[in-house]
């Protein structure tokens, strides 16, 4: 099972609500402790931040790993 975590804001995140993303992530670690990923996706988006753990399955070339986005990256999403 995987877990997802993330903050918005209509505001520029700081360096805090970063560590925050990546702290939520961390209390999530049983559910998916093969990967462990937060981004800051979209530059025009600045008070975003997503991320996922994840257990690894055998699946797509990509092998799973989160969060994925489309062609130009305009576009991010974490999943289960």
């Known amino acids: 099972m995987c ?8 505001k520029r995140l700081d360096v805090d609500s970063i560590s925050m993303v990546n ?3 961390k ?6 402790p093969d990967q ?3 981004i ?7 008070g975003l931040c997503i991320g996922s753990v994840r257990l690894s399955i055998n ?5 799973g790993s989160q969060p994925v986005s489309n062609g130009d ?8």
Do not use: C, E, F, Q
């Open 59 to 63: 699946d797509w070339s990509s092998k």
């Open 40 to 46: 800051h996706p979209n530059p025009g988006h600045p």
């Open 36 to 38: 462990m990923t937060a």
């Open 23 to 25: 702290d939520m992530l």
């Open 73 to 80: 990256g305009s576009v991010w999403a974490v999943m289960n």
């Open 3 to 10: 877990g997802i975590a993330g903050v918005v804001s209509n």
């Open 27 to 32: 209390t999530l670690k049983d559910r998916g």
